[in-house]
């Protein structure tokens, strides 16, 4: 999540600023001519560069009200999660403040650049982009950007405008709006009122869409994994603990607050691998990890009576995915197993899947034998459907290459003494692999005559499922 602020400058602000920089900087003294005129060259390269993107520019309640607070106050910060249309949002309200009041545009990328461009006795509106990433700040809530503190001493009148609150965040029909301005009818049409209001950076996709070849509109905006994978890539350069907090989030799929902060031998595991396997100097705390989570809250994260969540389904399997990418190791050691079951498969297999999923992970031959541990593990653990219900099991290549594992590390299989439960071996017979059924007979020979809740035998399940080969 990144910011832009609007500042309107006094010159006894400034020169505060400037003390709190710097005790040697000299006090700004007149008008500087060449740097006015820099500054107004500069203007008009800002405003040719803006132009494309303005001249489909949607007005929305959150930019009307942003621009009556940038009237009331000097100091307004629009905050949001990449994507929701600060950007625009901001260059919109500053060509308003020069067409209507005769302000000077000065886009830059930190604070202290108020000081080397602030102009005596002229009116500036300061857009300062990427707040975030430059100051200290950045350890803070994302819904406190600004320091309260610092404000007060420079005077300031400060406000915060968060696209994601109720009042702000963008409506079904400014939404349905803004892809009519970038899109085709026929595009438009392919996309539902559902799909349309699944991502709150929807303004971004509707501008990538608008200049890039994705693919098919409706796969593009229900699925955008590029988009999605190129944010993760950001966090982990500039935010390694924003990335590993998601990558918390992604394997565990739902953390619970409470019983999370306190000593868990499964939370603390999951968070040492992610740790090494990021190669990060640093280990977050598990009080790091929850307060980036909330950080996240309405862009990818959700929270509900105490716990967070990603805000859908398909964004769980989408970071998911991408974080796979760097924690590989981590997905299959911490995963769940109906998780590994659905979202990962051999590099050198391709399942047939239906269209508009998200992509499933993919484990090279280097991974092999850490994929095939996980499903043993899952075998010791009595998993037998999420283990043999997945459809790499069709394919022989995989069966020979899971059954080599298992004789390599000579697997102990846990089996069921209760005779109401259904073994490996009533799966298998019922799934009919003849090769796994001949290898877990000869493991365990018992299992022949031991019958599941309903009273059959695996000899029976084979039967009825026309599996003549095994029976």
Not at 170 to 181: D, K, S, V
Not at 261 to 280: G, Q
Not at 312 to 331: G, N, R, W
């Amino acid at each position: 999540m990144c910011s832009f602020y609007f500042v309107e400058v006094e010159e006894n602000l400034v020169t505060r600023i400037a003390n709190e920089h710097s005790s040697s900087e000299k006090q700004i003294e007149g008008i500087d001519i060449e740097k006015q005129e820099l500054l107004l060259e500069l203007q008009e390269e800002t405003l040719m560069n803006w132009s494309n993107e303005l001249a489909k520019f949607v007005e929305t309640k959150a930019s009307q009200s942003i621009y009556q607070r940038i009237q009331m106050d000097k100091l307004v910060a629009i905050i949001g999660s990449t994507g929701t249309g600060k950007s625009v949002c901001a260059k919109n309200i500053a060509l308003r403040l020069k067409n209507e009041y005769g302000y000077t545009i000065v886009s830059t990328r930190q604070p202290s650049d108020i000081t080397q461009y602030f102009l005596p006795g002229t009116n500036q509106v300061f857009i300062i982009d990427d707040f975030i990433g430059k100051m200290p700040l950045m350890r803070l809530k994302q819904k406190s950007i600004w320091n309260p503190e610092i404000c007060e001493r420079f005077r300031l009148s400060a406000s915060v405008c968060d696209l994601h609150t109720d009042e702000l965040r963008l409506t079904l029909l400014e939404r349905r709006t803004i892809c009519e301005a970038y899109l085709e009818k026929s595009y438009i049409n392919a996309i539902n009122d559902e799909i349309i209001m699944m991502y709150p950076f929807l303004p971004s996709l509707c501008s990538i869409f608008s200049s890039k070849d994705v693919g098919s509109v409706e796969n593009f905006f229900k699925i955008p994994v590029q988009f999605i994978n190129e944010e993760k890539d950001h966090y982990k350069m500039k935010s390694p603990v924003r990335y590993i907090s998601l990558a918390v989030l992604a394997i565990k799929q739902k953390v619970i607050k409470k019983s999370f902060l306190v000593e868990n031998d499964h939370d603390d595991k999951l968070i040492k691998d992610l740790f090494w396997e990021s190669a990060s100097q640093v280990r977050p705390s598990k009080e790091l990890i929850v307060s980036q989570l909330e950080t996240l809250t309405d862009s990818y994260v959700k929270v509900d009576k105490g716990y967070f969540e990603f805000i859908h389904e398909t964004m769980q399997d989408i970071v998911l995915y991408c974080i796979a990418k760097t924690f590989l190791k981590s997905v299959l050691e911490n995963s769940k197993s109906n998780v590994i079951k659905r979202k990962v498969e051999l590099a050198c297999i391709t399942c047939i899947k239906k269209e508009q999923t998200v992509p499933v992970i993919k484990v090279g031959s280097e991974y092999e034998d850490a994929y095939f541990s996980r499903l043993a593990r899952d075998l010791s653990n009595e998993q037998f459907a999420d283990v043999f219900e997945n459809n790499q099991n069709a394919f022989p290549i995989f069966r020979q290459k899971f059954l080599a594992h298992l004789n390599k590390i000579r697997l102990g299989i846990h089996f069921k003494s209760d005779s109401k439960g259904p073994t490996v071996l009533h799966i298998l017979s019922l799934l009919g692999y003849r090769d796994y059924v001949s290898y877990f007979m000869k493991l365990n020979k018992g299992m022949i005559n031991q019958t599941d809740a309903k009273g059959n035998i695996p000899l029976h399940l084979a039967s009825m499922n026309g599996h003549l080969d095994i029976v």
